[in-house]
């Protein structure tokens, strides 16, 4: 065993990258669920958007132009749940199921010609002297761009919903769908932007799998990350920053496991690849003292002539 | 102007009509997708719905239905139970894992003794696996109010592990020449769970099935705890009202989907599939869920959907071979069939109205 | 609904029709544990299927099933390719073998090939596998000389024989000539998850590894490799070419080509019978990719000329001295491994640090 050799800053490093992915997927899907819709079709989105940013990228050479188009993907496929689940007042939690089916399926037929392409690189920021900087360095300034992206879209979030206008209704729509719609708010037309909105983050996510975290394309690459997002969600008490936080804990414990596994800790290797899950579990007792709940009409469909 | 209007009552007709409706249209959008791929699109709609049940091989594909549709069935009905209270169970592959884990344990205990109780025991080792590893988001949630889906969704990946740690160690076959996997159970008489009937496919976990969407259907009209589940699904305050103990009805349902996901995994590891591997489980938990919503949560009509499941599973494997359909064009297919399904039961309980709306 | 039967009827005949004028070819078939996209496994047995297609043209029909999963879907496949008329059917999982044996008995005329089992219960049945260590040795041997931190990294899937055979045959030839080289075993415990393999190969390089050997499929540490710059790493599965010159610097590549079209041939001829086949780089069922011009010259012609030792089968790469990590003897000096003992290997070689979780 030699523990010395796992450097924390390095750790700490590859943790905010494997943590991303999660992030985009999941501040989508808390915005979702504020306005009362369960979604459960992220894994389907996500991997719509990350052969879709591939096949941009590599087509046009730009991963920016990548992630555009797998935003736009994401929520083009989310548009199907928004059309059963608002219009045609599908079971939510079926629909969703039934998206990720249909979005690992089309995903695969679209990817036909992408398997063993390698994509144009993310180049990461390098900004002077700040990126070179001992410890700091590493953990702040020596990433992608998309990687502040997801933290600025998990500031964004947090501050739309707490601070404006539109937060409120949001927040409103998802409490008491009813009560909503008597105060005038247009409950359908919300739910529907929220669900776009959870489709493009998720495509972001996926897309920044496949074009930067792992980079290749191969079917069912996602792995099911789309439902570990899911997860995180309900673990974050429907909160932003505690979405970060959930993130960071998920893929810490992972890479943390990892780690302890090249310095040869003897611990079982079975155990401690269970470690990430057992620890979310357990975390989510600790904080369970923490009664904010979900919101009130969440997978509850709504009918306006009643 | 085309309107809803919610329907007093729910359609019958429509209820009945609008599965036949949405499969003829899958069949229609189905065969726009495989012509688009450059398959003939009638041969390949008629492969996926007819050869499995009237081809020329239909002797063969009939029985392999029931093997297919069974644990989609049994598990279905467990979730359908907590689903219709409000309770989501999402993690019935890992209680699946389990049950098959703890069933088949037992019998590889007893090798080579052979005893008519070995059976019997294995199937209670069965269900007491999938109820065990259920509890646990039970009591979490009871005792702590932790939310139950992601409990049981991260119990499904630590039984994953359980799995592969089991067939690569414990239960790995002495004789195997150090491969992975445990010993095939099909060749230890008393703990194979055979085809009741040589060649029918009728093995326990058939007949488990069917018994169990009886018991609920029971359970569920004239079943006190039925009227419970019920109860607080559509209206929670009610049912405190009614004296409903929401932690006994959340025990009971996590703990009853467990077991019949539990019992489901150890029929399948005993007698189709034959063996713990790596690989054992194939998303049938998961699938369930699909199923259980298919049916509208309703016993006979959760039997129907896993039939069509299994159907398409079966019919769309036929069409890979024969017309050389990419599995992922067969993915998209079901996708499209559940679109529909879902899509059009609309129908069943809303109107279609054209024009202006009437005045108030 | 007279025009649906009447359709229905036509397309019946048209079926019918192509049924009876398909009876000439041999028709082949190939059951897939993974999609043929995946880059990998699947993918290379694939371009066998091509392989044969090519050779044969008209002669030949194959038909294949991707994404089987093991267990009662197997059965229920590899019957239906029976029943259907298939001559000779490749089954290509390890989990596949009980399947394959259980339905080889109901069709005796068929053959059956399993790919990486054991078990011939009937005579129709053959078993074929490839000797990867082989392969491994000649990387094991350029990442010795490569490595200056004299740290290897390994990323495994699962401990398996397989993978604990291609960790033995690489280490012993990397202590070969560098002794002082140091091996640190990663398990993903997945057979497929790119994100995690990328996590690994990460958490590797961070923790000294300048030469990443990887048993899973993706390219996603060869991706993590060229990020982090002065890190070799070698192809798995397929040539993986697109990270070559550097990281990538060489490939173990699963050829079936050679061995599919062989089998087709004796089925064609009559001359097919059960056999057990385990080939090397020998036959051409392991190749090794071209090594590129980052590995120095006289490196590289060392490779080679054990690559040509291993094909002409004067070098064994499980050649004795070589003593257990428990300290006990296994292989006395100049004796070499049985085949038997190879094939289920569950220990590691002296050095190795670590136990193999179980």
């Known amino acids: 065993m030699d523990l010395s050799a796992i450097n924390p800053v390095l750790l700490i490093a590859s943790l905010m990258v494997a943590a991303t992915p999660l992030l985009f997927a999941a501040i989508g899907e808390l915005v979702v669920e504020k306005a009362g819709v369960l979604n459960l079709g992220v894994e389907g989105m996500m991997i719509i958007g990350a052969i879709a940013g591939f096949a941009t990228a590599v087509e046009t050479g730009s991963p920016l132009l990548g992630f555009v188009?797998?935003?736009?993907?994401?929520?083009?496929?989310?548009?199907?749940?928004?059309?059963?689940?608002q219009f045609a007042q599908a079971n939510q939690v079926a629909s969703g199921l039934s998206l990720t089916l249909f979005g690992l399926g089309l995903s695969a037929l679209m990817g036909q010609s992408y398997v063993g392409v390698?994509?144009?690189?993310?180049?990461?920021l390098n900004i002077p002297v700040l990126s070179d900087l001992p410890v700091v360095g590493p953990i702040l300034f020596g990433h992608d761009l998309m990687l502040y992206v997801a933290i600025a879209l998990i500031a964004a979030v947090w501050a739309m919903i707490k601070f404006s206008r539109l937060g409120l209704v949001l927040r409103a729509v998802g409490e008491n769908h009813d009560a909503a719609h008597a105060l005038g708010y247009k409950v359908v037309r919300i739910r529907i932007l929220a669900i776009l909105f959870g489709g493009a983050c998720a495509g972001l996510g996926g897309a920044y799998i496949s074009l930067i975290r792992v980079p290749q394309w191969t079917e069912g690459m996602t792995a099911g990350i789309g439902w570990i997002a899911l997860a995180l969600v309900v673990f974050a008490s429907w909160k932003p920053w505690r979405v970060l936080l959930g993130a960071y804990l998920f893929g810490g414990v992972t890479v943390v496991q990892l780690n302890l596994q090249a310095a040869g800790v003897a611990i079982p290797v079975e155990?401690?690849?269970?470690?990430?899950?057992?620890?979310?579990?357990?975390?989510?007792v600790i904080l369970s003292a923490d009664k904010s709940s979900a919101p009130a009409a969440l997978g509850r469909n709504f009918h306006a002539s009643r | 102007m085309i309107r809803l209007e919610k329907r007093p009552q729910p359609s019958k007709a429509w209820s009945l009509a609008t599965p036949l409706v949405a499969v003829l249209a899958t069949m229609l959008a189905g065969g726009l997708l495989f012509a688009i791929l450059g398959k003939d699109p009638v041969e390949a709609i008629r492969t996926i719905f007819w050869e499995p049940l009237f081809g020329e091989f239909a002797f063969y594909y009939r029985p392999q239905l029931l093997v297919k549709g069974a644990p989609l069935v049994l598990i279905a009905i467990g979730l359908s139970l907590g689903f219709k209270a409000g309770i989501w169970n999402i993690g019935a592959e890992g209680q699946y894992i389990m049950g098959a884990l703890f069933g088949a344990g037992v019998g590889l205990a007893f090798y080579p003794l052979e005893?008519?109780?070995?059976?019997?025991?294995?199937?209670?080792?069965?269900g007491f696996g999938g109820w065990l590893w259920a509890s646990i988001p039970a009591y979490l949630k009871v005792r702590f109010g932790t939310n139950e889906i992601l409990v049981s969704l991260m119990l499904v990946y630590v039984a994953e592990q359980f799995l592969a740690s089991m067939s690569l160690g414990l239960m790995k076959n002495p004789e195997g020449f150090g491969f992975p996997g445990s010993r095939n159970l099909q060749q230890y008489e008393s703990a194979y769970n055979a085809d009741l009937i040589a060649g029918t496919g009728m093995h326990w976990g058939v007949v488990a099935a069917l018994i169990a969407v009886i018991f609920a259907y029971v359970l569920l009209n004239r079943h006190m705890t039925g009227y419970h589940i019920r109860l607080t699904g559509e209206a929670p305050r009610a049912a405190k009202f009614a004296g409903v103990n929401p932690s006994r009805l959340i025990l009971f349902c996590l703990g009853t989907s467990g077991i019949l996901a539990g019992l489901a995994g150890l029929f399948e590891v005993s007698g189709p599939s034959g063996q713990v591997s790596i690989d054992f489980n194939v998303g049938y938990g998961f699938t369930a869920i699909i199923v259980a919503f298919l049916g509208r949560l309703h016993p006979v009509g959760i039997l129907l959907a896993g039939g069509l499941m299994a159907l398409t599973y079966i019919g769309g494997d036929i069409a890979q071979a024969n017309l050389q359909l990419p599995s992922s064009a067969i993915q998209v297919f079901q996708g499209m069939l559940l679109f529909f399904l879902l899509a059009f039961d609309l129908l069943t309980n809303f109107r279609l109205s054209f024009g202006k709306p009437e005045v108030a | 609904m007279k025009l649906t039967n009447l359709l229905t009827s036509a397309a019946m005949a048209l079926g019918l029709a192509t049924a009876a004028v398909a009876e000439d070819p041999t028709k082949v078939g190939f059951v897939y544990v993974g999609p043929v996209g995946d880059g990998g496994w699947t993918y290379e047995h694939d371009q066998g299927r091509k392989a044969v297609v090519a050779e044969f043209g008209d002669k030949v029909e194959t038909v294949y099933v991707e994404n089987v999963a093991e267990?009662?879907?197997?059965e229920r496949v590899i019957t239906q390719m029976a029943l259907q008329g298939a001559d000779l059917i490749f089954t290509t999982s390890f989990g596949y073998m009980d399947p394959t044996n259980n339905v080889a008995a109901k069709f005796p005329d068929v053959k059956f090939e399993h790919a990486t089992g054991y078990k011939r219960n009937t005579e129709n049945v053959s078993t074929y596998s490839a000797r990867f260590y082989e392969g491994r040795a000649v990387q094991g041997t350029i990442a010795g000389h490569m490595t200056e931190s004299n740290i290897v990294g390994y990323i495994g899937s699962y401990p398996i024989p397989e993978v604990i055979r291609g960790i033995n045959s690489a280490y012993i030839h990397a202590k070969k000539v560098n002794p002082d080289v140091e091996f640190k075993i990663v398990w993903a415990f997945t057979w497929f998850d790119p994100a995690k393999e990328a996590d690994a190969a990460k958490v590797l390089i961070e923790q000294g590894a300048d030469v990443i050997l990887q048993h899973t499929d993706s390219t996603a540490p060869q991706a993590a490799a060229q990020a982090a710059g002065n890190v070799i790493t070698f192809g798995q599965a397929s040539d993986m070419a697109e990270y070559g010159p550097k990281p990538r610097v060489s490939s173990i590549i699963d050829d079936w080509a050679p061995y599919y079209i062989a089998r087709t041939k004796a089925v064609m001829d009559g001359t097919w019978t059960s056999t057990d086949t385990w080939d090397g780089i020998g036959a051409g069922m392991v190749g090794i990719g071209e090594i590129s011009d980052a590995v120095p010259a006289e490196v590289k012609a060392e490779a080679l000329a054990l690559k040509a030792a291993l094909a002409d089968g004067s070098y064994h790469a499980f050649t004795g001295p070589i003593t257990k990590q428990d300290g006990s003897a296994w292989l006395a000096d100049g004796e070499t491994a049985d085949d038997g003992t190879l094939a289920g290997m569950n220990f590691y070689v002296e050095g190795i640090e670590g136990d193999i979780p179980q």
Do not use: C, H, N, R
Not at chain 1, 69 to 85: C, D, E, Q
Not at chain 2, 115 to 126: H, K, N, R
């Open chain 1, 69 to 85: 188009a797998a935003a736009g993907a994401g929520a083009l496929l989310s548009v199907l749940f928004a059309i059963l689940t």
């Open chain 1, 118 to 124: 390698k994509p144009p690189q993310m180049e990461k």
């Open chain 1, 271 to 284: 155990y401690l690849a269970m470690s990430p899950y057992l620890i979310t579990i357990l975390v989510l």
């Open chain 2, 115 to 126: 005893a008519w109780y070995i059976f019997p025991l294995m199937v209670i080792a069965g």
């Open chain 3, 71 to 74: 267990g009662p879907d197997a």
